[in-house]
């Protein structure tokens, strides 16, 4: 019985070491989110932290700061998304498709 437990912890410990690089690794890669045909750019890491948030000059209209701000937040929303979908998809390979409550 022992050495079945010691061999279980040994697994645990080395995925609580993958999952920490793979949380590394997910903070270098990014993915991108457009909106209004481009003039709304965002970029989100892995971490689903918003790393850069682009607005073109020609959208800025003081007089319709509504349409500017739903732009931004279409393009924040999507880019969170997509990078919700990635960690989602790492950690799948990394717990082999386990879905394991409390990770992500």
Do not use: C, H, Y
């Not at 481009?38 to 000059?57: F, H, L, T, W």
């Not at 500017?68 to 960690?87: G, H, P, W």
């Amino acid at each position: 019985m022992g050495g079945n437990m010691a061999k279980m912890m040994k697994q645990v410990q080395k995925m609580q070491a993958d999952m920490a690089k793979m949380q590394e690794e997910l903070g270098n890669k990014t993915v991108e989110s457009t909106a209004g045909g481009g003039v709304v750019r965002v970029v989100a890491n892995g971490r689903q932290e918003v790393v850069s948030v682009e607005i073109k000059p020609e959208v800025v209209d003081p007089e319709d700061v509504e349409m500017l701000q739903d732009l931004v937040l279409t393009a924040v929303n999507e880019a969170l998304k997509q990078a919700q979908d990635m960690m989602a998809k790492e950690m799948g390979k990394l717990t082999g498709g386990l879905n394991i409550p409390g990770l992500f």
